[in-house]
């Protein structure tokens, strides 16, 4: 009888999640996989965002409409809904100017919404991650880096987001880069927080916004700042591997920040 020696094949997973993005944005799942242990997968569901063009193009400031259209039904629904019916161990909302938006009660209201087509798979977006990162690290004075589409209105509705829970934000805005996707570097999104951000002293900086590139840097500027660096990407991913019950995936995980050493409050809940 003979025996075949298979090659890995990507069937066997420790976890598996799903990721919802904007149509033509594919930050979200690049850093996902750059962070990604070699058995843990991503698999991604797009939406139309009407503030995008093909090749990922925007306006140098979004307008807030095509924001909030982008959780309104049916089109996420039908995302999240198709998502669900894979495999999956959990569901990652990549998009955080919705919940600026609509704010902390409109939050929990589409999470409600949405666990209508979830099947019972837990759910999570990127400001709910980033709320259980920052208390996860014990953080109470927090800075927000936000993406240079972000006009000041929507920067300052992130700021009372993470206000009505609970955080002193002690500096916000958006960053003084160029407003594309393909021109922001590591280097010099570095040299922004260095140079911006750190002399307000916060416990934490949340670098805002899943097409922003940023996971490179936490922590390198962890390590010369001595302040917790968080991105929209890594703590979303943070909290997606929690909520899929692979606690002992994230803790494996290193040169992403110290949230990985790290437990969200109340467990996986």
């Known amino acids: 009888m003979s025996t075949i020696r298979a090659e890995k094949d990507g069937w066997e ?3 598996r999640i799903g990721v919802v993005v904007p149509h033509a944005d594919v930050g979200p799942e690049s850093e996902f996989q750059a962070i990604a242990p070699e058995d843990v ?8 965002f009407g503030a995008m063009r093909a090749g990922g193009e925007m306006d140098p400031k979004i307008p807030h409409d095509p924001v909030r259209a982008f959780v309104e039904p ?50 999570t977006g990127t400001t709910a991650a980033a709320v259980a990162g920052v208390t996860a690290l014990g953080a109470r004075r927090i800075a927000l880096v936000n993406p240079p589409w972000f006009d000041d209105r929507l920067s300052g509705l992130g700021a009372d987001y993470f206000t009505e829970q609970g955080f002193e934000v002690v500096h916000h805005g958006p960053c003084g880069l160029p407003s594309n996707q393909k ?45 917790a660096v968080l991105t929209a990407n890594q703590v979303l991913f943070w909290h997606a591997l929690h909520l899929a019950g692979a606690a002992g995936a994230a803790r494996g995980i290193t040169g992403y920040g110290r949230l990985f050493g790290t437990e969200p409050p109340g467990g996986a809940a």
Do not use: C
Not at 41 to 48: D, Q
Not at 87 to 115: Q, W
Not at 198 to 227: K, S
């Open 41 to 48: 997968f991503v698999h991604g569901s797009r939406v139309h």
């Open 74 to 123: 049916p089109h996420i629904d039908n995302a999240v809904e198709l998502l669900a019916a894979s495999p999956l161990d959990v569901i990652a909302l990549g998009f955080t100017s919705s919940a600026y938006v609509l704010g902390a009660g409109g939050e929990k209201e589409l999470f409600d919404r949405l666990a209508q087509y979830t099947r019972g798979m837990p759910l």
């Open 13 to 15: 997973a420790r976890a």
């Open 183 to 227: 021109l922001i570097t590591p280097e010099a999104l570095s040299e922004w927080i260095r140079s911006t951000v750190a002399g307000h002293r916060p416990d934490a900086v949340l670098v805002a916004g899943n097409g922003i590139r940023a996971v490179g840097v936490i922590n390198a500027l962890e390590q010369e700042l001595d302040f």
